[in-house]
């Protein structure tokens, strides 16, 4: 299906409070729900019995309350409740607000406002897979193929308008449904009712109405209390598309009535054209001719051109021909075919152009100083943010690069066990302290591996790429398990001894002073397993345990129980003797293997695993195959607490055909 259009990732009605800020419907119903699967279901419930609270009250407005608006209200409620759910994953607030209009053509609407808690995970709904499947899908359960990607689809066919608000650590997604049918009460409003009518009057009036400003607000407090806003909301930012899109929400309407967003491309040379991030108009229907207008005539600033404002042309004619307009039927290239000036600012940081921001005022000669001060304060904020999430982006990409390195492109499958693996760095930016391996070793022997290096990025690196291979070498020798581990475990120690001499050199080229290079202790907990095939069906597994969570065996009938005992880290101690448990996994049995990601994973004073919590999550999986016991486990874990996990979440599941 078509992708959404792009100018609709942020969308906000002409000139009016954004959604989820202070000035919100008078009436409103609130409520917040467990970032769960069963939560859509609640919010469609939710949203039910509010609209049939109002009616039975005698809100006027309720009686344009038809059956078709309740459920296009439900089905948009599901739509952005999925999408929080599965995207963020974190708890969801959902607002059911209504808005009254009076005047010569009285109207209504219900807002709807769906905000998660964590803003840096994008709204998806174009991509394939994105959206979770249709209404009413059990958890767990594929969707269609053919419906994927249509919830914003869905949203932006049924609301009259919608649109996305960013905020310090919210993200909220809003959504407004005319109401069908109404028209204001005969009878004068009380005192109350006026209030709430001048209070609608001031959110949905037309632009028109209220584009005045008071620029001299910026002269004086306005001006530091918008740059602290700005400071906070472009602040940690990781995506320079996302930093675009909260730049544009902050410049319009307040500071001007039109922008755009040019960013250079990285790496690209200084003869690449630079790219149209976003483009923004305080009149929703102003933002495509204003786009169009841009792409044929893209801005191009000189190369000196400094930090400070740059008039420009508005990218339209002032006063376009007239035989131009009666050689066509279609509307003029700028929106409202108003006079106006514009502002150019370059993008810098870090003594690097980054890209562009125009601004543009209708109506006006020019902008005035105190704002073009202003907007020059704001641009430099945004060029730290750009240049902060660009830095973000190159680590992520040598992390993910460097991750791949570390980890199995493919593991090998055991004959007469299904395998599911489930792996999730914390930090896309970081490289993760978790590793996992099977692979076959002669003999008729399959080895699977599940490791936690302490702490990540370089230094876990090192040790990952030292381990993994040091293992493959040590089990295709012939070494047993508890072998394995004591030899891997010498072999840790000797480096960590060479990195300490090392060390020690450097200290005394250095004239005796301590040098503080961040290097720390290479050890690392492990899972270590052998698996052989039996003649009648299942496994023989021989495991040991070196200062990691131990293995849990369930079997068909829910008993779970340890697999392995409990032994010392990797790389501390010396004089160790490895030792390995062996049992055998008959057809129905599953062996569960996780990283303290999964049993550490903490909800204010509690762990996942507190009380055999582990255990008890994996008792309910008896009879499922190993991908959906993964999947059961994965989600308990997210499930757990509201905020997204802190650790690399890493498991493997082994369930004997």
Known sequence: MAPIPLQRDIVQRPGTTRAGHAHGPHLASRTSLP?????????????????????????????????????????????????????????????????EEGGDEPSAALVLEVTDHHPARPVSGDEPGADPGPAGAHPGELPDPAEYGRGLQVVATLADSWGITYRTG???????????????????????????????????????????????????????????????????????????AIAGQLLVPRLADWCAIWLETEGAGPAAEPRLARVWHSEETGTEPLRAALEREPLRLPAGVGPGPVPVPVPWPAHPAEEEREDTLAPPPHPGGRDGAALAFRITAGGRALGTVLVGREGVAQVPEAVASLIEDFVRRLGLAVGAARAYTRQATISRILQRGL?????????????????????????????????????????????????????????????????????????????????????????????????????????????????????????????????????????????????????????????????????????????????????????????????????????????????????????????ATAERIRRAVHEFAEQPPDDDVALLVLHAD
């Open 35 to 99: 970032g769960i699967p069963l939560a859509p279901s609640a919010a469609r419930r939710f949203v039910r019995a509010a609209l049939a609270e109002w009616t039975g009250l005698g809100v006027p407005a309720a009686v344009g309350f038809s059956d078709r608006l309740a459920d296009d209200a439900v089905t948009v409620t599901n739509e952005l409740v999925t999408n929080a759910v599965v995207h963020a994953g974190t708890t969801v607030d959902l607002v059911l607000g209504l808005e």
């Open 170 to 244: 919210l993200k909220t997604v809003w959504a407004r449904l005319p109401v069908d049918d109404w028209s204001a009460p005969p009878a004068p409003p009380d005192g109350e009712a006026l209030r709430r009518g001048l209070r609608a009057a001031e959110i949905l009036a037309p632009a028109a109405r209220r584009t005045e400003r008071d620029d001299a607000v910026w002269d004086s407090r306005g001006a530091p209390a918008f740059l602290a806003e700005a400071s906070d909301l472009l602040a940690g930012q990781l995506d320079e598309d996302l930093v675009a």
């Open 407 to 627: 980890l199995p492109s493919k593991v090998a499958e055991i004959p007469g066990v299904t395998s599911a693996l489930v792996y999730e760095p914390s930090d896309d930016g970081v490289v993760g302290g978790d590793f996992y391996d099977i692979f076959p070793c002669p003999g008729d022997r399959w080895c699977f591996v599940l490791g936690d290096v302490q702490g990540s990025g370089p230094e876990a690196a090192v040790v990952t790429g030292l381990a993994r291979p040091w293992l493959r070498l040590l089990s295709r020798e012939g070494f047993g398990v508890g072998e394995v581990l004591d030899r891997l475990n010498r072999l840790l120690l000797d480096d960590a001894m060479e990195a300490a001499e090392a060390a020690a050199l450097m200290v005394a080229a250095a004239g005796g002073q301590q040098l503080h290079d961040g290097t720390q202790s290479r050890f690392l907990s492990l899972l270590y397993g052998e698996v052989v095939p039996l003649p009648d069906g299942g496994v023989r597994c021989t495991v040991a345990s070196a200062g990691h969570p131990l293995p849990l065996l369930l079997r068909p009938d829910g008993s779970v129980r340890p697999a392995a005992d409990p032994q010392v880290l990797l790389g501390v101690v010396e004089d160790v003797a490895y030792e390995s448990q062996i049992f055998d996994l008959a057809p129905g049995d599953t062996l569960l293997c996780v990283t303290d990601g999964v049993t550490e994973r903490r909800s204010g004073p509690l762990m996942f695993d507190d009380g055999d919590g582990l255990a008890r999550v994996l008792a309910g999986c008896a009879g499922l195959p190993a991908d």
